[in-house]
């Protein structure tokens, strides 16, 4: 498990994550959701162990994010950036290869080769391996990313379990590839990875995930089940902005709908 | 499973990859004998071979031409046209621009003006016994190393390089090396502003084999050195965050990188001056017949880069025979066309 025990963070004299307790379990897909500047990605850079929380710790499997050792780690955890920049023409194969970087001198390339093949049929981007990075589309790069996240974690022999954390993992993607990258997440918890995910749409939020977090001004407004947290006056609150909550109709889920509000 | 042909194709590479160094380093022994043999007195490829294979057998005139003269000044033109171009492909992948290069970002200046210093000043009595004749390198390592450095702190914001600001910077201290030169010039003798006119402009005229002897370790450790850092120069394309998470440690690396670079290049402009875009041209070329990954850019690097540079020095040796230009001109000519067309390709390709 990875948790953070009343985490803050101080940015330009101001906490940014503010006593902020979660964790990510394993066998959980957690969405959290939040307006722009709630500290979302903060909260990321924190559980991620790239940024040192200024009052309390994050710790994986008991033992202080500091306290690993950054290929141990890397291992263990795997983050999808909000935007990854790449203007130099690495071709998709050496892109997602790159995630097998943490795994050197312990697997074989034949065992390297197969987790990055695996990684790009499951982002759906196993026809563009021989492309060149820098020519693709926006939504074609995140998948790229997402493979190459898979292929840092893909490791058949090795104990412990896995965590997942996904920054905004579905902004550039179409309909379809935002429902199976979720989806294909999903299904990585349910093998007993632990996936945090920052999510923008409350309604992918509301159909994949376990358990939904609410962020604003860098603390934790609710936190719970997607019936429990996703109620009308919460996510009001939440995102300052009126939002209606009814039942899908495909699914027992909140369906959530902004209300039509104009500039007022 | 999938087709292996594909997966061959697409992953491994590896006889493509052995394929081009393979055509590099033929290419790069074809120069190597070209340039021994090319020059006022013309000696034939055979005769260079034998002269190089059986040295006795040769006549003394080939012999003393081949070995004396020439020898030194084709594995001093190679070694740093490898060690530039080498320092610019890790330069590039470091500041994760492709127009970084160790010339126009001001660090062949730098690296210039602290050997133009220690030719006009002298080196401090006590300092001489010490170092003694490894005063030039040393000093123009020292020069190398502290614009690289000042340039990362100038262009750098939280891991990121601005281009603009790295470009700008780059001017701004080739002007103050430039201006500093000057006001060692107006202290100098004859004999120093020859030297220093040599430095500026880059040239190989100055080759002997203690010039070999001293670029050689830095040239040679500079390109080893940068082949165990390929995988982390991969992971720095996608920004030292991504680098982090993916387990590097990223600073460590980032210092080991700079300073082999401006040792390379405090090197290179000891043996021969200034010499501008050998950094910025070779890793392009490279990277449009082969992709960017390090694993083949840098050893490819470093043969196409001694092969150019050979090439541009005989150039500079034939074309005003008996006199000869400085490479520095030749490579500035050929190279700053070069960067006017790649300004204005990427212009294009990314719109403002």
Same mark, same amino acid.
């Given at each position: 498990?990875?948790?953070?025990?009343?985490?803050?963070?101080?940015?330009?004299?101001?906490?940014?994550?503010?006593?902020?307790?979660?964790?990510?379990?394993?066998?959980?897909?957690?969405?959290?959701?939040?307006?722009?500047?709630?500290?979302?990605?903060?909260?990321?850079?924190?559980?991620?162990?790239?940024?040192?929380?200024?009052?309390?710790?994050?710790?994986?499997?008991?033992?202080?994010?500091?306290?690993?050792?950054?290929?141990?780690?890397?291992?263990?955890?795997?983050?999808?950036?909000?935007?990854? =920049?790449? +203007?130099?023409? $690495?071709?998709?194969? /050496?892109?997602?290869?790159?995630?097998?970087?943490? @795994?050197? !001198? #312990?697997?074989?390339?034949?065992?390297?080769?197969?987790?990055?093949?695996?990684?790009?049929?499951?982002?759906?981007?196993?026809?563009?391996?021989?492309?060149?990075?820098?020519?693709?589309?926006?939504?074609?790069?995140?998948?790229?990313?997402?493979?190459?996240?898979?292929?840092?974690?893909?490791?058949?022999?090795? =104990?412990? +379990?896995?965590? $997942?954390?996904?920054? /905004?993992?579905?902004?550039?993607?179409?309909?379809? @590839?935002? !429902? #199976?990258?979720?989806?294909?997440?999903?299904?990585?918890?349910?093998?007993?990875?632990?996936?945090?995910?920052?999510?923008?749409?409350?309604?992918?939020?509301?159909?994949?995930?376990?358990?939904?977090?609410?962020?604003?001004?860098?603390?934790?407004?609710?936190?719970?089940?997607?019936?429990?947290?996703?109620?009308?006056?919460?996510?009001?609150?939440?995102?300052?902005?009126?939002?209606?909550?009814?039942?899908?109709?495909?699914?027992?889920?909140?369906?959530?709908?902004?209300?039509?509000?104009?500039?007022? | 499973?999938?087709?292996?042909?594909?997966?061959?194709?697409?992953?491994?590479?590896?006889?493509?990859?052995?394929?081009?160094?393979?055509?590099?380093?033929?290419?790069?022994?074809?120069?190597?004998?070209?340039?021994?043999?090319?020059?006022?007195?013309?000696?034939?490829?055979?005769?260079?071979?034998?002269?190089?294979?059986?040295?006795?057998?040769?006549?003394?005139?080939?012999?003393?031409?081949?070995?004396?003269?020439?020898?030194?000044?084709?594995?001093?033109?190679?070694?740093?046209?490898?060690?530039?171009?080498?320092?610019?492909?890790?330069?590039?992948?470091?500041?994760?621009?492709?127009?970084?290069?160790?010339?126009?970002?001001?660090?062949?200046?730098?690296?210039?003006?602290?050997?133009?210093?220690?030719?006009?000043?002298?080196?401090?009595?006590?300092?001489?016994?010490?170092?003694?004749?490894?005063?030039?390198?040393?000093?123009?390592?020292?020069?190398?190393?502290?614009?690289?450095?000042?340039?990362?702190?100038?262009?750098?914001?939280?891991?990121?390089?601005?281009?603009?600001?790295?470009?700008?910077?780059?001017?701004?201290?080739?002007?103050?090396?430039?201006?500093?030169?000057?006001?060692?010039?107006?202290?100098?003798?004859?004999?120093?502003?020859?030297?220093?006119?040599?430095?500026?402009?880059?040239?190989?005229?100055?080759?002997?084999?203690?010039?070999?002897?001293?670029?050689?370790?830095?040239?040679?450790?500079?390109?080893?050195?940068?082949?165990?850092?390929?995988?982390?120069?991969?992971?720095?394309?996608?920004?030292?965050?991504?680098?982090?998470?993916?387990?590097?440690?990223?600073?460590?690396?980032?210092?080991?990188?700079?300073?082999?670079?401006?040792?390379?290049?405090?090197?290179?402009?000891?043996?021969?001056?200034?010499?501008?875009?050998?950094?910025?041209?070779?890793?392009?070329?490279?990277?449009?017949?082969?992709?960017?990954?390090?694993?083949?850019?840098?050893?490819?690097?470093?043969?196409?880069?001694?092969?150019?540079?050979?090439?541009?020095?005989?150039?500079?040796?034939?074309?005003?025979?008996?006199?000869?230009?400085?490479?520095?001109?030749?490579?500035?000519?050929?190279?700053?066309?070069?960067?006017?067309?790649?300004?204005?390709?990427?212009?294009?390709?990314?719109?403002?």
């Amino acid at each position: 498990m990875i948790e953070a025990e009343g985490v803050s963070l101080r940015r330009g004299g101001r906490f940014v994550v503010d006593e902020v307790s979660i964790s990510i379990r394993p066998g959980t897909l957690t969405a959290v959701l939040g307006p722009n500047g709630a500290g979302k990605s903060s909260l990321v850079r924190l559980l991620s162990g790239e940024a040192a929380p200024d009052f309390g710790k994050v710790t994986l499997d008991g033992r202080d994010l500091k306290r690993w050792d950054r290929r141990d780690l890397a291992r263990r955890r795997a983050v999808l950036s909000q935007s990854v =920049s790449l +203007t130099f023409p $690495l071709s998709v194969a /050496e892109v997602v290869m790159l995630g097998r970087a943490p @795994h050197r !001198a #312990r697997s074989t390339r034949a065992e390297d080769m197969a987790a990055a093949e695996a990684s790009l049929k499951a982002a759906d981007v196993w026809h563009l391996a021989g492309r060149a990075y820098p020519t693709l589309s926006g939504g074609e790069r995140q998948r790229v990313q997402f493979a190459r996240v898979l292929a840092q974690l893909e490791d058949g022999g090795q =104990s412990g +379990t896995r965590y $997942l954390i996904l920054d /905004e993992p579905t902004s550039s993607l179409d309909i379809r @590839h935002q !429902a #199976r990258l979720l989806g294909l997440a999903g299904g990585l918890a349910r093998k007993g990875w632990g996936v945090l995910a920052v999510l923008h749409d409350a309604n992918l939020a509301a159909i994949h995930a376990d358990t939904v977090v609410l962020l604003r001004e860098g603390r934790i407004l609710a936190s719970g089940d997607p019936w429990s947290v996703m109620t009308p006056d919460r996510l009001t609150e939440t995102f300052d902005h009126p939002v209606l909550v009814s039942r899908r109709d495909d699914l027992d889920r909140p369906l959530i709908t902004p209300a039509a509000g104009t500039a007022d | 499973m999938t087709s292996l042909p594909l997966r061959d194709a697409i992953w491994t590479g590896r006889s493509r990859h052995a394929g081009i160094l393979a055509i590099l380093s033929v290419l790069a022994a074809v120069a190597i004998i070209a340039s021994l043999g090319v020059g006022a007195s013309a000696i034939s490829p055979g005769t260079v071979l034998r002269t190089l294979l059986h040295a006795a057998d040769a006549s003394p005139r080939d012999a003393a031409i081949v070995l004396h003269l020439r020898l030194p000044r084709t594995l001093l033109g190679f070694g740093l046209g490898a060690a530039l171009a080498v320092s610019g492909a890790m330069m590039q992948g470091l500041f994760r621009n492709p127009l970084a290069d160790p010339g126009l970002i001001g660090v062949s200046a730098g690296g210039a003006m602290a050997a133009v210093a220690v030719i006009v000043l002298g080196v401090p009595a006590l300092l001489a016994g010490t170092v003694g004749p490894f005063a030039l390198p040393l000093a123009a390592f020292a020069g190398s190393l502290c614009t690289t450095l000042a340039i990362q702190r100038i262009a750098s914001d939280d891991g990121r390089t601005d281009v603009s600001t790295l470009l700008l910077a780059g001017i701004a201290i080739n002007a103050i090396a430039g201006a500093v030169t000057g006001f060692l010039i107006f202290g100098s003798d004859d004999r120093q502003l020859r030297d220093i006119t040599f430095w500026s402009m880059g040239s190989l005229g100055g080759a002997t084999w203690t010039t070999v002897l001293g670029l050689a370790p830095f040239a040679v450790g500079a390109v080893v050195a940068a082949g165990r850092w390929a995988g982390v120069l991969d992971a720095l394309l996608l920004g030292e965050r991504e680098a982090g998470l993916l387990g590097f440690d990223v600073e460590p690396a980032k210092r080991r990188i700079v300073i082999a670079t401006a040792a390379a290049v405090g090197a290179g402009v000891a043996a021969a001056g200034v010499i501008g875009f050998v950094g910025l041209v070779v890793p392009h070329l490279v990277r449009l017949m082969a992709g960017a990954g390090h694993r083949l850019l840098l050893p490819a690097s470093a043969l196409l880069g001694g092969t150019l540079m050979l090439c541009a020095d005989m150039l500079a040796r034939t074309v005003v025979i008996p006199a000869e230009l400085p490479i520095g001109l030749v490579t500035a000519l050929l190279g700053g066309p070069f960067f006017l067309w790649l300004l204005i390709r990427q212009r294009r390709s990314f719109p403002p």
